[in-house]
């Protein structure tokens, strides 16, 4: 596997998403250009055997599937592979323009999710989203990307502020503005309306975020980390669906799903709390002709894996690691653990994915937050509350997550991609709830 191409690929892939919904448009190409055929979920679905399949759920959300040859095996199962598609920003309110002294022009937005501040200062920033469109009577909504150096937040000077090096309470209201504009008046409808050739009145509503310009790269002495905006999740997103897009087992029904919202919760029509997963299985089920108790066999046999970044050691902060357990960027893919069951690991499912990469010889290493310094919740056990299915949480190490450009190891999306193809390529044969067998798919060739 080449690992600098797969690097470029994921920099494309997160270049071409500057907000969820983009993220879903760029995953839903990719997917396009290999095979899979639209769904929707206001209409009946007619399922096809060996078909392969998406659906999105408020533009922001989607879960691709592939289905078996044969329709349907004697012991079905789920193999799926969650992500999100959103990332710590800002967002623009409504009508956000604010003029000062009629000499300057600020954008008026609120926070999102729990992003570090701090950089977000003095580096160019576009927007990004979407845009509710009315013509003759048709609405549609239409993705947007003003896609130019559009926009500053800009830092006060030492100067007047002596003691910003000493520790300093960011105000979102106040200090996190950005400049759009001079003497000249700014209209973001009309800035939208005009990269979609619309007439400004054309457009009724408008959810759009900022998104920081700077590209993804390979950088260090020896060319072995990465940078790039959104690395969380879009890493993890973009490994799940490349995942599917080979050689998958034939008796299982593997499965990638994104997300939206992970960042503020999950608590939406579109998030992991939500139906979005349980439906699509529960139709997946009903085309396929299960019994209820058929269905619940198959859930009982599935399993899920929790694909959401997490901490490597920092070099200039060992003491907030976990004593005795220290990840590193390029060290292999982490294995995320909590007793609080913030993360869904458990002896079982993490034994079950280990093994799984150590057959694809994938390494593998070990995350537990410090226990003066929690961790937040992600996808596994936001899902559970919806539906239950054997999970482990897992994700690539990082550094500076949730700052606006944060940092990876070069090694580490290939060490994703790799343990992901092997999770659906790899059948879990329970055996009660004491034993399994792991059947490859090399195993049925």
């Not at 937005?109 to 003095?122: K, Q, T």
């Not at 299982?252 to 997963?277: K, W």
């Not at 299985?281 to 019994?291: A, D, Q, V, W």
């Amino acid at each position: 596997m080449n690992t600098a191409q797969i690097n470029q690929e994921l920099f494309t892939f997160i270049r071409n998403s500057p907000s969820p919904y983009h993220a879903v448009a760029s995953a839903a190409a990719m997917l396009k250009r290999h095979g899979f055929l639209p769904l929707r979920e206001q209409e009946p679905w007619k399922l096809k055997s060996g078909g392969r399949y998406y659906v999105t759920r408020n533009q922001s959300s989607l879960a691709a599937f592939c289905l078996p040859e044969s329709g349907r095996s004697a012991k079905p199962s789920f193999h799926i592979i969650a992500s999100h598609s959103d990332s710590p920003t800002f967002k623009l309110k409504e009508n956000g323009e604010m003029t000062v002294e009629d000499r300057y022009t600020r954008l008026n937005v609120e926070r999102y999710g729990g992003s570090i501040l701090a950089p977000w200062f003095d580096r160019p920033l576009s927007l990004a989203g979407r845009v509710l469109t009315e013509e003759n009577g048709h609405l549609e909504s239409r993705l947007v990307n003003l896609d130019q150096d559009l926009a500053m937040i800009v830092n006060l000077a030492i100067h007047m502020n002596r003691n910003i090096n000493d520790g300093y309470k960011y105000s979102v209201q106040t200090d996190m503005l950005p400049l759009i504009g001079g003497s000249h008046p700014v209209s973001v409808k009309s800035l939208a309306a005009a990269s979609l050739d619309l007439p400004e009145r054309a457009i009724l509503s408008m959810d759009l975020f900022l998104y920081n310009r700077m590209e993804g790269r390979v950088w260090g002495a020896s060319r072995e980390f990465i940078g790039a905006p959104r690395l969380d999740d879009l890493q993890c997103a973009f490994a799940s669906f490349r995942a599917i897009l080979g050689p998958v087992h034939p008796d299982l029904i593997p499965m990638a799903v994104m997300f939206d919202n992970e960042e503020v919760g999950s608590q939406s029509r579109q998030g992991a709390c939500s139906t979005f997963l349980k439906d699509v299985i529960r139709r997946i089920s009903l085309s396929l002709s299960f019994t209820e108790e058929e269905y619940l066999c198959a859930l009982a046999r599935s399993f899920m894996v929790s694909a959401d970044n997490g901490h490597a050691l920092h070099p200039n902060y060992p003491a907030k690691s976990n004593p005795g357990s220290h990840p590193y960027l390029n060290g292999g893919v982490l294995i995320k653990y909590a007793a609080n069951q913030k993360y869904t690991s458990d002896g079982i499912s993490s034994a079950i994915f280990r093994a799984i990469c150590q057959q694809a010889q994938v390494p593998v290493q070990v995350f537990f937050n410090h226990s003066d310094v929690p961790g937040g919740s992600t996808l596994g056990n936001l899902s559970a509350s919806q539906i239950s299915i054997p999970s482990v949480d897992i994700g690539a190490p990082l550094l500076g997550m949730h700052s606006p450009y944060e940092t990876g190891g070069a090694e580490d999306t290939a060490h994703l991609l790799a343990a992901m193809q092997a999770f659906v390529q790899t059948r879990i044969e329970y055996e009660g709830e004491e034993g399994f067998q792991l059947l490859p798919l090399r195993a049925n060739r």
